[in-house]
């Protein structure tokens, strides 16, 4: 499936948005910047690009020239395997940056896939690597962003290489939880916009121990499961499941 076009010149206005009224801005953006500062930024991010669910925002081998941030929805990122199957890299929400893997090659090196109808803020690479260097804030938050991914990413590693699969999916709901929260919304319920079989690609974990593993939790009381509705009734015993360590 291709990548969707910009939109031609006649309807940026429609598209066109404002940095300084966005809801999620101070999650993607940095704070304190002047009017004059924010006037820029609203320049530089002058389109949303709607993008519906199972489309792809960009491809592995894409050129990259431009971040993306998720305005509103849920976005998953994935490589492709030597053997053919997929490995889901990460989820992404409102007010986080994707893209940045295309920074190094100049090419994008996974794909993003929209997990529901969303809408992200086009974010052209150039221009930001010039305004970076007349706003020391934007280049300093900037930094903060990469920063953050590293961290990310040095995490999902320790997941991945040292936790049982009680831990890893503790440490995923608490996680998803956190970054809720931190967007307004409730901490202990919410829809799973991935399915199960997505879960266990990011964790490492098959199908049958994500099921497993959300069955026990629930039986021990840690959560209430109706489909992809959750409600984390014991965050206690999940931080708890996290800090006990390998067996």
């Known amino acids: 499936m291709p990548l969707m076009r910009l939109a031609p010149e006649n309807s940026l206005a429609r598209l066109k948005t404002a940095c300084s009224n966005c809801s999620v801005r101070e999650l993607c953006l940095p704070m304190g910047l002047s009017s004059e500062e924010m006037s820029k930024l609203d320049d530089l991010v002058f389109l949303r690009r709607p993008v519906k669910r199972g489309d792809y925002l960009f491809r592995a081998g894409d050129p990259f020239d431009s971040l993306y941030a998720a305005r509103t929805g849920f976005f998953k990122t994935k490589v492709l395997l030597e053997d053919g199957r997929e490995q889901v890299t990460g989820f992404h929400m409102a007010g986080e940056l994707m893209g940045m893997d295309g920074i190094g090659t100049e090419r994008h090196t996974c794909d993003s896939v929209a997990l529901e109808d969303s809408e992200v803020c086009v974010i052209p690479f150039e221009r930001l690597e010039g305004l970076s260097r007349e706003m020391e804030a934007l280049q300093r938050h900037f930094h903060k962003v990469m920063s953050r991914e590293i961290v990310r990413e040095h995490g999902v ?3 991945l290489g040292s936790m049982r699969a009680e831990e890893r999916l503790a440490a995923f709901l608490l996680n998803l939880s956190q970054r809720l929260s931190t967007r307004g919304y409730s901490p202990t319920e919410f829809n799973l916009r991935m399915t199960r079989e997505e879960i ?6 098959k ?10 939790f629930q039986e021990e009381g840690f959560i209430s499961v109706q489909q992809k509705n959750v409600r984390i009734l014991n965050p206690g015993g999940l931080r708890e499941t996290v800090g006990r360590g390998p067996c």
């Open 207 to 216: 199908l049958e121990t994500v099921s497993r593993v959300f069955s026990k």
């Open 200 to 205: 266990g690609s990011y964790l490492g974990l």
């Open 157 to 159: 590693m320790m997941l």
